[in-house]
Nanobody, 127 residues
Framework: QVQLVESGGGSVQTGGSLRLSCKASQYADGNVCMAWFRQGPGQEREGLAS????????NVLKSVKGRFAISQDSAENTVYLQMNNLKPEDTARYHC????????????????????WGQGTEVNVSS
């Protein structure tokens, strides 16, 4: 059973940046997707970005593209979410997720696809 541990959250002002990290307990051998989601107060969990482990191909939600970027360090079993120009509406708990994929090169950012989740890390953006 893969375990995921997120870190890097915190409090920043509008326009600030944060880099979130998600470390997986085991190497992502084979066809694995990892992704970042967030859930704001009273809101549904929203997919932000995913990465296909074998190739590093990314899939980023249109509304955050240009501000958020996902990347990986396979040697460290770690996926990152770089968040720039943060806004108060980015305030949420951010979770990473892991799932094996039967094939293909693009990973979804749909909640229903992922079964393994981390506990999350809080991000608070003040105006």
């Amino acid at each position: 059973q893969v375990q995921l541990v997120e870190s890097g959250g915190g409090s920043v002002q509008t326009g600030g940046s944060l880099r979130l990290s998600c470390k997986a307990s085991q190497y992502a051998d084979g066809n694995v997707c990892m992704a970042w989601f967030r859930q704001g107060p009273g809101q549904e969990r929203e997919g932000l970005a995913s990465i296909y482990s074998p190739t590093g191909r990314t899939n980023v939600l249109k509304s955050v593209k240009g501000r958020f970027a996902i990347s990986q360090d396979s040697a460290e079993n770690t996926v990152y979410l770089q968040m720039n120009n943060l806004k108060p509406e980015d305030t949420a708990r951010y979770h990473c997720a892991w799932e094996r994929t039967p094939g293909g090169t693009m990973c979804p950012i749909a909640v229903a696809f992922y079964e393994t989740w981390g506990q999350g890390t809080e991000v608070n953006v003040s105006s």
